[in-house]
């Protein structure tokens, strides 16, 4: 099944159109052209073609390919890809109307982040060799991260005078600047106390830094460095090959709230401005409860 030739010209027309204006990348422009090719081939089969077909015509090809096992994220894309094919046919006045202009895009629901049950955080937790400096620093970081739920470019840009001790808090400047307050916990404060008080001197060597957690270079510790010891602390734990330092971040919220804390306050402490970008944690612990029920009950 093949789209007739006016059609792939003007497929390709439009791809070098986007290119000029866009300046998309090449694997983009071979989507788009995909997915046409495929409409158009489609329509073929119907007797019509990109510059003649109707409403009726689009939806049935979605549904076709609907039918044929497509996910609705796909769908949203192809989808996509001729309403804008569409919009540039329209205004180079090669058509009178939009064929796509009512039809909606498929909802898309909001993927849940990968779950770490409390148990498999104890896991990742103990995994640091705490008799280097390097194993005590990390075993510091990941108590912290947990505790706090920081996200990993706020726990690696710490500066010591963020953090007081006495008081059992830091001072985070999140997104767009906004300044919050976290608890450590005694666990999280014991740990980052042992560290600055063993490991850090020991790592910088002399050397002065006003980062918190630093590498042997006397260096402050990176993003990509930090995501790449906790793949390796994963390993060792025998946990998920995907995890990185937002997991911890979600673990963090997703238990917050099993235990009973409210929304809001996990809102407050997650640096989050809108509420309902924190209320997918209370769908992840809705899957986890619903989980639970069919695994204990006994008419689960």
Not at 1 to 12: F, G, L, V
Not at 62 to 79: F, H, I
Not at 139 to 156: D, F, I, N, P
Request: aromatic content about 6%; hydrophobic content about 35%.
């Amino acid at each position: 099944m093949q789209a007739n030739a006016q059609d792939q010209h003007r497929i390709e027309a439009f791809t070098d159109a986007l290119w000029m204006e866009s300046g998309l990348s090449t694997h983009t422009l071979k989507a788009y052209a995909s997915d046409l090719n495929r409409y158009a081939a489609w329509l073929s089969t119907q007797g019509a073609d990109l510059m003649n077909c109707q409403r009726t015509q689009v939806m049935a090809f979605l549904a076709n390919r609907v039918q044929q096992g497509m996910k609705p994220r796909s769908t949203a894309r192809l989808l996509s890809s001729l309403r804008r094919y569409y919009q540039y046919a329209l205004r180079e006045g090669q058509i009178q109307s939009d064929p796509t202009a009512d039809i909606e895009s498929p909802k898309l629901g909001r993927p849940l982040p990968k779950m770490l049950s409390e148990q498999d955080v104890e896991q990742l937790l103990a995994a640091p060799d705490l008799d280097t400096d390097e194993g005590l620093r990390d075993k510091a970081m990941l108590e912290l991260l947990y505790a706090t739920g920081l996200r990993v470019s706020e726990l690696v840009n710490l500066g010591i005078e963020q953090c007081n001790t006495r008081q059992g808090v830091v001072r985070i400047t999140g997104k767009g600047g906004k300044e919050r307050m976290v608890p450590l916990g005694e666990l999280a404060l014991d740990w980052l106390e042992q560290y600055m008080r063993k490991a850090r001197p020991s790592l910088l060597d002399g050397r002065d830094s006003k980062t918190l957690f630093v590498t042997r270079r006397g260096s402050g510790m990176t993003r990509q460095a930090f995501w790449y010891r906790i793949k390796h602390y994963a390993r060792l734990s025998g946990l998920l090959s995907d995890l990185s330092p937002h997991s911890l971040r979600h673990a963090f919220a997703t238990h917050l709230i099993n235990h009973g804390a409210d929304l809001r306050v996990v809102q407050m402490l997650l640096g989050h401005s809108d509420l309902s970008t924190t209320q997918i944690y209370t769908h992840v612990a809705r899957e986890r409860m619903k989980s639970l029920h069919s695994q204990h009950h006994p008419r689960g």
